[in-house]
């Protein structure tokens, strides 16, 4: 049979600890970029996005940080809640209009009470 | 009010039937788009369609065909449905193409 999410990255994180969920992009010309979080039995969800000509954005509790020169992105969440489980997702967006958006792998966020 | 809507949530049927997966947007969006979306979580673009007309057609087998009949609504069509196709299915829609996308519930497809 199926197995779900067994070959999905997990990252355990402790209650009230910060937590870094790391993503490897493809296309050096992908200019805009998307973290989703989908919740089980959910679609994917907005969070935070950030544009090529910027290295580091920030929201309520999520930071997104770019480093273009080794195709890197990252989302790092403050005092990780148990409402933040979930499995997240990076998506880069390209510059050509005929370009497919492509999804990163996704990585489950389990928390630790 | 839901912002993107897909009718089914649950769709079992047998092998070789065919079926459809109905989307609609209240968000006046211009762009819309099909996901499927496989056991491993693993989320991959089928169509995107901007203003009615289709921009982005993966390698979709050809038993899967979208439908616009406005901007609102983009449905999808399965032919012949195999066992491959099940998954989970997500529409979604943005105000431009390739901007941030707001996702339905998802449709699973379970073919047996």
């Known amino acids: 049979g199926e197995s779900v999410g067994l070959h999905l990255p997990t990252l355990s994180v402790q209650e009230g600890d910060n937590s870094i969920i790391n993503c490897a992009y493809s296309n050096s010309a992908s200019d805009y970029f998307i973290w989703y979080k989908q919740e089980s039995g959910k679609g994917p969800q907005f969070i935070i996005d950030i544009r090529s000509n910027m290295d580091k954005r920030q929201g309520q509790r999520v930071t997104v940080l770019l480093n273009k020169t080794v195709k890197h992105l990252s989302l790092q969440i403050a005092a990780t809640q148990p409402g933040d489980s979930a499995v997240y997702f990076c998506a880069e967006n390209p510059s050509r209009r005929d370009d497919k958006i492509i999804f990163g792998k996704g990585t489950r966020l389990h928390i630790l009470p | 009010d839901t912002a993107v809507s897909q009718t089914p949530k649950y769709l079992v049927t047998q092998m070789g039937n065919d079926k459809s997966i109905k989307c609609e947007q209240n968000?006046?969006?211009?762009?819309m788009y099909w996901y499927k979306q496989d056991s491993k979580k693993f989320l991959k673009i089928m169509f995107s369609y901007n203003n009615k007309e289709l921009i982005i057609n993966e390698t979709v087998p050809n038993r899967f065909s979208p439908k616009s009949p406005d901007k609102a609504h983009l449905n999808l069509h399965i032919n012949s449905l195999e066992l491959g196709d099940s998954a989970v299915y997500f529409c979604a829609s943005s105000r431009e193409l390739n901007t941030e996308a707001f996702f339905g519930q998802g449709t699973r497809l379970t073919v047996v």
């Open positions: 968000l006046g969006h211009d762009t």
